[in-house]
Nanobody, 120 residues
Framework: QVQLVESGGGLVQAGGSLRLSCAASGSIGSINHMGWYRQAPGKQRELVARVTNGGRTNTADSVKGRFTISRDNAKNTVYLQMNSLKPEDTAVYYC??????????????WGQGTQVTVSS
């Protein structure tokens, strides 16, 4: 099992910045990647960004150029730096982690979620 603990959400004005953190503990050796998803009210959960153990990243087109994912392997922590925030970025952000299985990044473990609210 892997436990994920998030921090860093909050309320910010449009154009502002926030940094989310997610610390992993437990069976760290079982995970290949860590990442962030978000879910806005009435919408499906969507991938925001992912980083593999080797440092390869994937970022959603909607946040490219504004959000940056990074990882500190020594601390088993992943970060999401969010700049130039927009009201449409308002959502609950979830940290995820898991293995790479049959060509798919499996988000097996989830954090509790942290609210990000961007006011206009």
């Amino acid at each position: 099992q892997v436990q994920l603990v998030e921090s860093g959400g909050g309320l910010v004005q449009a154009g502002g910045s926030l940094r989310l953190s997610c610390a992993a503990s437990g069976s760290i050796g079982s995970i290949n990647h860590m990442g962030w998803y978000r879910q806005a009210p009435g919408k499906q959960r969507e991938l925001v960004a992912r980083v593999t153990n080797g440092g390869r990243t994937n970022t959603a087109d909607s946040v490219k150029g504004r959000f940056t994912i990074s990882r500190d392997n020594a601390k088993n922590t992943v970060y999401l730096q969010m700049n130039s925030l927009k009201p449409e970025d308002t959502a609950v952000y979830y940290c995820s982690a898991g293995p790479y299985w049959s060509g798919t990044y499996v988000a097996r473990y989830w954090g509790q979620g942290t609210q990000v609210t961007v006011s206009s």
